[in-house]
């Protein structure tokens, strides 16, 4: 192996020859090595070579070891051969120094051999001397494990010894635990029953002890007579028997008295104890630390989940058993807002019990999975189905990020935390738990929606819980491979709901597209047409990218319905006229886009009140005053949009709201769902085709219960109000908006439902996987509505912590508040240890979800500072690139400024690269130099669909830059005029001091105001002295002026002979009320002229404080009035007690009139 290695060396740093002979001489000796050839050596040594690189690329292990205990031959000498050598003649001399020679290497090595062998003896030596210190270390270490076995054993009698003594203790402690409080009252009422059967049971003996005793007495009295007769007497021994016998009787008389006392304070007590306050024990000793006793805790959960806050909890509870039960409590000895506010994770530790307790009876559980964000704070929710109808929260938890494989870890987080709390011993820092793997291996579906994470998650999911199986499943290995597939694949179902979704985004979309065809044809639709509503080239802008109408369904629905736009919309007003209408209460709800079929019921809803909100603008209940309402307004009115909304309304009543129910039939299998959709899918596929059938009231329904009874749709007034008789253009209209949406409602089917159209939900399901989901649900609603009360609980209790948040939204939506009930019945032992466990597992865990907090923050730190990170250098590399740029110019004469530097600086060049290069970097100069938006953004490209622009591409770019460059200077150089700092700080000051003197101005009408109040609330007397006054300050004041300007103008063209004051005859000194844009006027006649429609009026002006009350001002308000403005006349004014004042008994007519014709003339004035 050496000599290959050496073939090996020599060849890799080209050695010659000579110098490998060199080398085998000094290696054997120059005597040993005379008579080989050169290629003797060449041909020996690489024939190892090639066996060790054979060996090598073979990775044959038994060759390498055979060559490496092979020793090297060397080549035969010539001689051998029958060759002569030159050295034939000098054998003799020749073999006597090759004889020296070998003497000499024989003592050489003698003396390396000796000095080997000592060197083998010493180290000999010291390998005994360590083997004897091993052995020393080995027998101390095997004197600790004996001591350490022994003391395991020691401290495993001590925990035996402690668990019994809690054994004991636990028994103890049930035994004297006060049980809840109706059992109490029940134990004390048969208690009281008891005593009392007693008390006339002692009665009834204590009358017959008392004839007893008066009988007694008879007889005392008897020998007290005898005793006289006989005294003086030598006493008998008779005598003396009847004195013992009387002592004994009065003996029996005192017990029978102290008897009926002691019966009398008993029943004494137990009537006071009814009739007046009783105590209740809150805690589980008499030490003011105790522990609060699990009745309390229980009792403190459920307020937590009822909603009670943590500041009113014991205050709830002091008041309920002060007033209600006629309890002796003391406030001061309820719990502190601290213990209510820590109750909310033992309530959280407690449901994690109960959910562990639900999983552990289950053999096929479904994950239900979902993931929220609110306020920057990105939350996972699981659910877990353990039966019908009983789908339990697991967890909440709060991540840094939304991807799977963050979802994963806090599933993992969930199911650790139930494991641990379900086995008492167990390490909660191994998230690989014994009871975990259990749990998780009984996960045998998923349930969530279509998106990409969630796909992603389940896929995970799947595969660790594959990890897992040989762990929980007893002999896994001796089960054949088609039995381990079986038992690792999961059923990975999805939302049913989410379809719905689905069904509104793509039917907008097919809207959207549908009304830029009507738009080519029938012009604008609805508001489109206002000027108000355009921008400055007449085109109509909007905020949202939906269809029109969805924008007329969203518009109504902020206008009119509850919990709709609170400042521009007319909600109290629209539910006042639905009364006046008689229409029992509004059939639409806050338009919400993310909700479930919102977008069809909305429809229905606003087709159905289609009517009601143009007849509450027309007839002039509401005046238009606001965009929102005149957009409502005008697209209310636009048929082509009715027909759209009604398409929607028609599929709602006979699609999308049969469907929901059918979704939430308790009675239907998931995997029958299939036979449904595939029938729905069919139907609709017809529909697109021909939507003639859903114009028909009496349509045959699609969906059936399996029962096999049809879903029909709810007929109430909104489904005949979406089949009442239309004219045949409207109806084809509605047929060419139910056709578009049932076309791109058919792609949501393919999309979301292809396992059951297609896949392998489809046909056949096998029996095994119809008994695995047979208790799934066929939504995720569960999820929305555990994050919908999560956000109500971050929203009213902001402080809440994630461990709070939780556990305060699993109690409720689990009912853990009445398993617990149900516990405490039946197993009260459990519902000790449950409580107790939750009391003292809490800080724990608490300190674990802080953890977990700090984990989440410092995530989000490192995010943000690796992002300003990466901006910066991406800013420092646009800054260089920037500057090099601007280098690369310099050099080559600068950024070009006129046509004619181009080709003179271009010139300099003889490369096309170099050229290529120059013209980029000018391009790119010019475009961060003199930034615009009225350029293509196609000039500043230097390539097009993978092909780069040659060179008079881009000298023609760069030319149409610099003349774009130039033309603006040029502009700006004309429009600039020289600014005089003197005439902008007088510009500046004056406007700022007509902003005060605005201010100055209201400051003294708001005076004004408060003292015209006073003048009208005073008496009759005082009002003439005031009158007075006020005439004398008429006077003294300045002249007011009140302009008013009327929206239509004298030749508008739309007025015509409709507008109701050119048939007026008013004279002069009637009171009429002229219209305009702001509001209504009274006024008084002063002139009419019977030749042209002009009346000259005095108008009055509204008070401030009382906008119904009318004042004349100060200087009288003179106006040239057309009388097609004019919408009363000839009407009455009536004084009050002052004559200051004056009110119109009809202003709420006059109102109404007013809204009337603001609706129809003022509300679509083309506004700039």
Known sequence: MAMAEIEIYSHKNGYGRQRVLSWMGSLFGQDQC????????????????????????????????KMRMTAFVLPRPLELHGIPTTSSNNSNSLSSSNRNNLLKKLNTTVTEKKKLERQLVEKDAK????????????????????QEKKNKLEYRRLIQDLEEKEKNLS?????????????????????????????????????????????????????????????????????????????????????????????????????????????????????????????????FMTLGSLGVSSKNMSKVAHTVLRVIAKMNTNPSDFPSETFCKAIAAEANLVSSIHVGEEMTDTQYATQHSDGTSRNGVKVVDFEVNVGTNKTMTSGLIEVHSGDATTQLDAFKFVISKVAALLDEGQNTDNIMSEKAKLLTSKIKNTMGDQAAVQKSFNKQLQEYRKTILPDVIDNWQELDRETKRKMSAMNHMYCNLHTLIGFATYSDTALKDL?????????????????????????????????????????????????????????????????????DHCRVKAFRANRFNILFECAAGVYFHRDHVASMFENGYVKASNKLLRAVLADVKCKLLLAG??????????????????????????????????TAYHKVQQWSRDSTPLLDSKLEPIFQLPDGNAVTPIMDEVFHSLYDECDESFNTWTKQALETVCSSILLVFERRCHDQLHGKYSNVIPNEIREQTSTMEKSNKRGENDFGYWAYLKQSKPSLGMLSAEGTTMFKCNNTAAWLEALSE??????????????????????????????????????????????????????????????????????????????????????????????????????????????????????????????????????QIIQFISSLKNNSDQDQIPSNQDEDDTTLFDGIERIKAKFTKHLFETRECYQSQINYNTSDSESENSNKSSSDDDDDDEEEETEKEQSLSDDDSDVGDEVMGLDIDAKP????????????????????????????????????????????????????????????????????NSLRYFTLPEYEDITRTYNKYWNKWFAFKQRP
């Not at 390998?127 to 004996?146: D, G, H, P």
């Open 515 to 583: 009304e830029e065809v009507w738009r080519k044809v029938y012009g604008p639709l609805g508001v489109e047409d206002l000027r108000e509503f355009q921008d400055k080239h007449g085109n109509y802008t909007w905020k949202h990218v939906d269809s029109a109408t969805q924008r007329l369904i969203r518009t109504v629905c902020e206008t009119v319905a509850p919990g709709g736009n609170q400042q521009a919309g007319v909600i109290g007003h629209f539910n006042t006229f639905m009364k006046i209408s008689g229409v």
């Open 171 to 299: 028994e103890q402690l049930i035994h004297y635990q006060p049980i809840n409080v109706d059992r109490r009252e029940r134990y004390k009422d048969t208690k009281i029953r008891q005593l009392q059967s007693k008390l006339v049971e002692a009665e009834n003996g204590f009358q017959m002890q008392c004839e007893k005793m008066n009988q007694y007495k008879a007889d005392r009295d008897k020998l007290k007579e005898s005793k006289k007769y006989y005294k003086g007497k030598k006493r008998a021994k008779s005598q003396v028997d009847l004195e013992d016998e009387l002592r004994q009787k009065d003996l029996v008389i005192k017990r029978l008295r102290k008897e009926k006392d002691t019966l009398e304070a008993q029943v004494e007590n137990i009537q006071s104890e009814k009739t007046e306050g009783r105590a209740v024990v809150l805690k589980e000793g008499p030490h003011p630390t105790s522990p609060y006793t699990n009745d309390v805790r229980h009792c």
């Open 826 to 959: 039946t197993n009260p032992d459990k519902y000790s240890m449950v409580l107790t466990r939750a009391r003292k597992e809490r800080r724990r865990w608490e300190r674990k979800y802080k953890q977990r907090e700090d984990d989440n923050a410092k995530y989000k730190t490192e995010k943000l500072v690796k992002a300003a990170m990466v901006h910066q250098e991406t800013v420092l590399k646009k800054n260089n690139e920037r500057d090099a740029r601007k280098q690369f110019l310099e050099q080559h004469g600068g950024p070009c400024k006129t046509p004619s530097d181009v080709s003179s600086f271009l010139a300099q060049f003889t490369t096309i690269g170099g050229k290529l290069k120059w013209l980029k970097t000018q391009i790119t100069f010019l475009k961060e130099s003199f930034p615009t938006t009225e350029l293509s953004a196609d000039i500043f490209k230097f390539s097009s669909k993978g092909v780069q622009f040659d060179i008079p591409t881009l000298t023609s770019h760069l030319l």
């Open 1069 to 1136: 000194g009637d009171v009429v009320v002229t219209a305009y844009e702001d509001d209504w006027y009274p006024g008084q006649v002063m002139s009419s002229s019977e030749s042209d429609s002009m009346l000259t009026v005095s108008y009055m002006k509204r008070q401030h404080c009382h906008k119904t009350n009318f004042i004349w001002p100060k200087v009288c308000d003179i106006q040239q009035t057309d009388r097609k403005f004019v919408i009363r006349y000839n009407i009455s004014i009536i004084p009050d």
């Open 645 to 678: 909304t009604r398409a929607l309304g028609i599929l709602h009543k006979q699609v999308t709201e049969p469907y929901w129910r059918i979704v939430e039939t308790d009675t239907l299998h998931i995997m029958d769902l299939s036979y449904q959709l595939q």
């Open 127 to 146: 390998l005994t001397a360590s083997y004897v210190a091993f052995r020393k270390v080995e027998m101390v270490v095997e004197k600790y494990q004996k």
């Open 34 to 65: 005379n008579g080989i050839l050169p290629q003797t050596w060449r041909r020996s040594l690489c024939q190892l070579k090639s066996t060790r690189d054979k060996a090598v690329r073979n990775k044959n292990k038994e060759m390498l070891a």
